[in-house]
């Protein structure tokens, strides 16, 4: 059974290329990983400062060993870099203290573009897909 991770990151409006930009720049690295479906960055478009990253997975199993690689871990490292250096550090993802939302996270350089982050997990239980002719 499929996996959904959404990391749901709170953006001031002057950081949000900022951010949007530090997706861009990792992109694949995480479409390589065993168990991998699908990511999404989410903008907001009214009513809300927070942003969503979307990412199905395989399994819990798979999502856990992407958060140990050392694909996961350089991919952060350089957002770290892009940051001022400062390394992230995520427990469980990309939310909370030294996630997006802290020292190092996919902010612009010398700091983070999220205030605050916290991780959603949820079990596939129902999709639907268009039908092919």
Not at 1 to 28: C, D, H, Y
Not at 75 to 80: D, K
Not at 83 to 88: D, N, R, V, W
């Amino acid at each position: 059974m499929s996996v959904v991770k959404i990391n749901a990151l709170t953006v001031p409006a002057e950081l949000r290329a900022t951010l949007e930009q530090r997706f861009a720049s990792r992109a694949g690295i995480v479409e390589a990983a065993d168990g991998f479906e699908w990511f999404e960055l989410l903008r907001p478009v009214e009513g809300t400062d927070t942003y969503l990253v979307y990412t199905r997975w395989r399994s819990e199993e798979d999502f856990q060993k992407w958060q140990a690689s050392t694909a996961f871990q350089s991919g952060h490292a350089q957002a770290a870099d892009a940051a001022g250096g400062q390394a992230p550090a995520h427990p469980t993802g990309h939310p909370g203290p030294g996630g997006h939302g802290g020292p190092g996270g996919h902010g612009g350089p010398g700091g983070p573009a999220a205030t605050g982050a916290s991780l959603w997990s949820f079990e596939v239980v129902q999709s639907a897909a268009p039908k092919t002719s």
